[in-house]
């Protein structure tokens, strides 16, 4: 390692420039510098060698005939790359051959043959996610309660060119869970994802609520996630990885003001507590967990407030109370392309290092 080399502190920023300019170059230079005409002298003058920046510089350096070489494991080929490989601000730049159109056919593809579960899949935010994720190419099992809605939501994916079946489920029932998956298995070979999307709302202060209608809301907001993701894991494990995401909401974070829906609120947060617990157990397996949070929603069951919504929206935010409506994005959350376009992200490798988190997809909500 020569003097120059060996001045350079490890891991410091460097410029890597090739050999200093040649005699030719020299006299060129020299006779531009003494131009009488100052607009002109850059005609005089070849063009300088381009420089290429690398940033946070590994300690072994040396140089060579053609210039300077990176002689760190993984930084060769990136220092020695062709100059048009090399974007204005000195980062590497995209291949070549990235282009918009193909950027988008990645995206378009990247749960390509990756069978996943949606339960709620025949209305609101399941019939969205089903939507979306069949379009990136995953194989769809559309799961409800309700088999006529779901089988409609099958039929939409097969008439969009994908790939559905439509399975009867209720996920408070474990028996009909196993069989979900089953099938699921059984018809695609394997299983990738897994969307707890099914749901159900709970409205009424505590102390006049029901037993039986609190365990309603628990057994279906949050046991049968449990159910889905018990049954779901062993095949995710022999596969050798998956994701799961489960449709929290912001009443998993925040408690707003009105009428008391404490099963809804207690469910919603044991969900976010769920994924995490599941993230942490199940990471060495290759499976990730995360919960969406979203807001309001048009075209699903949580229809009790939704013309008032509607009409919420229209008033300035300024003059609306803290609470239901106060949203930063005046609008309701789109169903395929936002809410479902937000799980298929999560289901994706493209979330490859994202478990664990309850994802906020709620308009601005949470930020207010």
């Known amino acids: 390692m020569n003097a120059a080399a060996s001045n350079v502190p490890s891991f410091t920023p460097a410029i890597i ?33 381009k420089r290429r920046r690398i940033r946070h510089l590994p300690p072994h350096i040396s140089s060579s005939g053609d210039g300077w070489t990176l002689r760190a494991a993984g930084m060769i080929k990136a220092a020695m790359a062709p100059s048009s490989s090399w974007n204005k601000a000195g980062d590497a730049a995209a291949p070549e051959n990235l282009s918009q159109s193909n950027t988008q056919e990645r ?7 990756r069978p996943v579960i949606v339960t709620g899949g025949g209305s609101g935010i399941g019939r969205g996610t089903c939507l979306r994720i069949a379009e990136e190419g995953a194989r769809v099992t559309v799961a409800d309660i309700r088999l006529g809605i779901a089988e409609e939501t099958a039929e939409l994916v ?3 060119g994908g790939e559905a079946i439509a399975v009867e489920c209720n996920v408070a029932d474990e028996a009909q869970v196993a069989e979900m998956v089953s099938h699921t298995v059984s018809e695609f070979g394997n299983l990738w994802g897994l969307v707890a999307n099914a749901g159900t709302a709970g409205w009424g202060w505590i ?6 209608d609190w365990q309603f809301v628990l057994d279906v907001n949050l046991t049968g996630p449990f159910l889905c993701s018990k ?51 199940y990471g060495s397996y290759h499976i990730r967990a995360n919960a969406i949070q979203p807001s309001g929603v048009d075209g699903s069951n949580f229809g009790k407030h939704a013309a008032e919504d509607r009409e919420r929206m229209k008033t300035p935010r300024a003059e609306l109370p803290r609470g239901r409506g106060w949203l930063a994005i005046r609008r309701q959350g789109k169903l395929k392309e936002e809410y479902g376009a937000t799980i298929a992200f999560l289901l994706s490798d493209d979330a490859g290092y994202i478990t664990g988190s309850a994802v906020p ?7 207010t």
């Open 361 to 367: 997809v709620d308009g601005g909500f949470l930020a």
């Open 231 to 281: 049954h779901a894991l062993p095949h995710m494990m022999a596969g050798g990885g998956g994701s799961i995401v489960m449709t929290s909401s912001i009443a998993g974070s925040v408690i707003g003001p009105g009428g008391s829906n404490a099963s809804y609120a207690t469910s919603k947060h044991g969900l976010i507590g769920l994924a995490k617990q599941i993230a942490v157990d």
């Open 207 to 212: 102390h006049e609520t029901d037993l039986a």
């Open 158 to 160: 097969r008439a969009a």
């Open 17 to 49: 420039a090739r050999p200093s300019p040649s005699k030719v170059r020299n006299s060129f230079v020299q006779s531009a510098q003494f131009s009488p005409d100052i607009d002109t002298r850059h005609q005089h003058m070849p063009l300088a060698p």
């Open 107 to 113: 995206a378009m593809n990247r749960l390509q043959d």
